[in-house]
Every structure is written in structure tokens, then in C-alpha cells.
């Protein structure tokens, strides 16, 4: 957390342009402001302070709790987040959730017909996936479930009907890689030696597959998927820009535009402690499932 507070102010502090001027631009509606306006900006920011200085400064505040306050609208930068944070949890959450319900069952029946038709088809659809950006997929979705169909809304927010078309979006390259991950896992552990002996023991293939192969074949793809669920915060940046969503990310493209320093600041060291914290639940809840990695820390 300190290394990535300090990259982000560097970063930050480097950045192109006079934040002062900037934002008295958008306040006064000015192209050019007042010097002496701009100059007493300049001190409340501290932009004339050297940049160990303003940087120590800042994280003194932060420790605290006070994340500074925004200059566009005056509220505090800490309220600014914790406004935005649900919308892209909801998000967040909406897309993991259709990520399992899609790629694991596809996954299992790629498996299960290793090299045939649908095998075929799950690998293909995958490296689609992969291979298409994000904003190419939301505009797909918005002109296929929004415009052509007028099933959903393509834009703003309100009821869980606005988080289905960008929560697809969002899930889409997850989809493609949980779904290899559960076809690799569930072969590997077909081909394990207990399987053997169950199926010795005449034991039929779906009773192998539910009580044997299905809970230790999800394993790898549960840490997959909760590591995965921290970065999907940083995906919700492009997402919420396309689709209006009011979250943590649409905050972030739209301080970076008006070079609000402070709630770049904040929205950065926000999504920093969640994929730190997210990591750290994953690594606990691997300890408990797995004997393995239990005995390899005795």
C-alpha cells in the first residue's frame, strides 16, 4: 500500500497541466483566471510544496481518515467514494456471479467431452472472448439487449436491470478464463488415481463426477475467481464510462479529467486496498480448503 500511494502521487504529480488553473476554469467558466486567483490554489493545494513534502502531507491526512475533499464539487473526497463504492461492488459481484453460472458448467462439459464438438466450441468461444476489448463487447450488448431487443437499459442507474448489460460485459473475459481453468482442473482430476479406483469399483460416471471429481476439480477455479474479483474493480473504470454507471471508476475517469487531485488520489489508494485486502481473503480461505497448502506452512 505505501509503494502503490507512492507511484500514484508521483504519477499524479507528474501529470501534464496546472491543476490550480484547471480547476478554476471549470469553477469560473474562464479560459484564462485570475493570477492571483490561481495563485492562492496553488498554495491551499500545496502544488508549491516539494514533492516529499506535499506527499508527506498527504499521507499524514490519510492515516487519519481524511482523504482531502474534492475541488469540483466541495465535498469531502472520502463521501465521494463511499457514494460510488456500491455501484461498483454491485457490479463487481453481478459479474462474478455470471461468470460462474456460465463457465463452469461449461467448463465441466468440455471436459467431460475432452476433443469433441462442444470442447471445440467452449475453446473457440473462449479465444473470442479474449480477443475482444471491452468497450467493442458493451457496444455489441448495448445495441443487441438495449436497442434491437429493448430489453434492458443501456444507460444510467436504478433498479438491478441497469448492472445486466454491463455485468455481462464486464464478465466476459473472466467467462473465457474461468472456463479453460475448470476444463483443465476437471480433466487433470479425471485422470487422478483415486478416480480409478471409484470407477474400479463400479461406481457410475455422474456419482464419480458429484461426489469426487467436481469438489477438488473447482479448487483452483474458486482462487481463480476470488483473485480475480479485486481486478474487476479496475475493469469497472472502462464499464461504468460506457454504460453511466455512478461508481468507483466513472469517479476516477472523471477526476483524471478535471485533474481533481485529491479523489484521483483517493479513488487509487481505494482500488489498491481492495485487491490488496481481496488477495489476502483469498490466500485465508485457500489455507482452510486446501490440506496441501496447510501442511506446506507446518
Not at 471508476?249 to 483524471?256: H, P, Y
Request: proline share 4%.
Amino acid at each position: 500500500m505505501v509503494g502503490i500511494s507512492l507511484i500514484t502521487f508521483a504519477v499524479i504529480s507528474l501529470s501534464p497541466g496546472d491543476p490550480a488553473e484547471i480547476t478554476l476554469r471549470a469553477t469560473l467558466g474562464t479560459e484564462s483566471p485570475p493570477k492571483e486567483a490561481v495563485a492562492r490554489l496553488h498554495e491551499e493545494m500545496g502544488l508549491d510544496d516539494p514533492w516529499h513534502v506535499s506527499y508527506l502531507k498527504w499521507i499524514s491526512r490519510v492515516v487519519h481518515g481524511d482523504l482531502g475533499y474534492s475541488y469540483q464539487t466541495k465535498r469531502s473526497t472520502l463521501e465521494e467514494i463511499i457514494r460510488a463504492l456500491p455501484t461498483t461492488f454491485c457490479l463487481a459481484s453481478i459479474s462474478m456471479l455470471f461468470s460462474a453460472i456460465i463457465a463452469i458448467p461449461l467448463g465441466i462439459a468440455a471436459a467431460l467431452r475432452q476433443n469433441g464438438f462442444v470442447d471445440h466450441i467452449c475453446r473457440l468461444t473462449s479465444i473470442v472472448c479474449l480477443s475482444s476489448p471491452e468497450y467493442f463487447v458493451a457496444i455489441v450488448f448495448m445495441l443487441a439487449g438495449g436497442i434491437y431487443l429493448d430489453i434492458f437499459p443501456i444507460a444510467g442507474t436504478g433498479g438491478i436491470e441497469y448492472f445486466i448489460l454491463p455485468s455481462l460485459t464486464l464478465s466476459v473475459g473472466l467467462i473465457a478464463i474461468t472456463m479453460r481453468i475448470m476444463r483443465t482442473s476437471m480433466i487433470e482430476t479425471l485422470e487422478q488415481d483415486y478416480m480409478r479406483t471409484a470407477r474400479a469399483k463400479g461406481l457410475s460416471r455422474r456419482k464419480i463426477i458429484q461426489r469426487h471429481a467436481l469438489k477438488n476439480a473447482l479448487l483452483p477455479v474458486i482462487i481463480y475467481m476470488g483473485t480475480q474479483f479485486g481486478w474487476i474493480f479496475g475493469g469497472a473504470v472502462t464499464i461504468e464510462s460506457v454504460f453511466a454507471l455512478p461508481g468507483l471508476g466513472r469517479l476516477l475517469v472523471n477526476s483524471v479529467s478535471s485533474m481533481d487531485i485529491m479523489v484521483m488520489q483517493g479513488c487509487m489508494l481505494t482500488f489498491a486496498m481492495i485487491v490488496v485486502l481481496i488477495n489476502l481473503f483469498v490466500d485465508l480461505v485457500q489455507l482452510y480448503l486446501d490440506p496441501s497448502v496447510r501442511a506446506q506452512g507446518e
